[in-house]
């Protein structure tokens, strides 16, 4: 399995949960940092931050570990699960299989929940603060990020107190590449608005013909009824729910989520899967 991680401009550390499940399971697995992110070369070129170039560049990764249709799985978290839907696409006949993880199909589907569900659940007041900070444009300001992690991010992004988040994460969080993150997805942590704000693949997904499993969470910042849709959508889908989960499920669902995908795995090896 390539594991494609999110942001963008995040790295492979926010997914090393993978270390304590697949080596047990005996799935072997490729952690692998986008240009521009992480340990990969940044020539910190935006002309380079193009969905279609960074979908190039997977099929590049792929001939270069010498992946095709008997072993290879994309997985794509967040970001990385947008990622993964654009090569299925163009480059459906080199998987095996496909994990869409805490990622909607749409972002314009996504800035609507985020607007007609999250925000409206939200304390009036802290809700209004952070929108006047974001229309004065003051998103570097201490107490923006200081709103947003105690009455947005515990919420939505991971539900462990900030004290206990893994130590790989606070690391990614804190050397990630904001210039190209804020290109590509906007300065809101509330809503995209960045080169993604139109991207939307939802009428394209019956194209997707490999076995699929799309990963969604009941407090993600992502339409857990939406990645259940999409399930239905693709030719062969599977759906898994993360009940007590978030946008990083494979934190704060862990047992879940991974022996979800685990099964999924196995049972697409052993040819279970066709029979859902």
């Known amino acids: 399995m390539l594991l494609l991680h999110g942001g ?29 992110s992480g340990l990969s070369d940044k020539p910190n070129d935006p002309d380079l931050w193009d969905l279609q170039r960074y979908v190039e560049e997977v099929e590049q990764v792929r001939k270069a570990l010498g992946l095709d249709a008997t072993d290879f799985y994309l997985y794509g978290q967040s970001w990385g699960g ?3 839907i654009e090569y299925a696409l163009k480059y459906g006949q080199h998987l095996k299989g496909l994990v869409i993880s805490n990622m909607m199909s749409s972002i314009p589907a996504y800035n609507e929940y985020a607007h007609k569900v999250l925000m409206p659940a939200m304390d009036p007041q802290v809700l209004a603060e952070i929108q006047s900070l974001e229309t004065a444009g003051q998103y570097d300001d201490p107490r923006y990020e200081e709103l947003l992690m105690a ?10 107190p900030p004290e206990q988040w893994p130590e790989p994460l606070m690391r990614d969080f804190a050397s990630y590449n904001h210039g190209l993150y804020v290109t590509m997805q906007g300065p809101s942590e509330m809503g995209a608005s960045g080169k993604l704000l139109d991207w939307d693949r939802s009428g394209d997904l019956g194209k997707i013909k490999v076995p699929t499993l799309i990963i ?10 939406h990645m259940e849709w999409m399930a239905g959508q693709v030719a062969h889908g599977r ?23 685990i099964r ?11 029979r859902d």
């Open 8 to 36: 963008p401009g995040f790295s492979h550390a926010s997914l090393t949960a993978f270390d304590s499940y697949f080596p047990g399971a005996q799935i072997e697995y490729y952690y692998y940092d986008q240009l521009d």
């Open 82 to 84: 947008a990622l993964a």
């Open 151 to 160: 009455s947005y991010y515990v919420e939505h992004i991971l539900r462990i």
């Open 216 to 225: 969604g969470a009941t407090h993600d910042t992502m339409d857990p009824k």
């Open 239 to 261: 759906f898994l729910l993360c009940p007590n989960g978030s946008h990083l499920a494979l934190y704060d669902d862990q047992k879940t989520y991974f022996d979800g995908l």
């Open 264 to 274: 999924f795995i196995e049972d697409v090896d052993t040819g279970r899967f066709a």
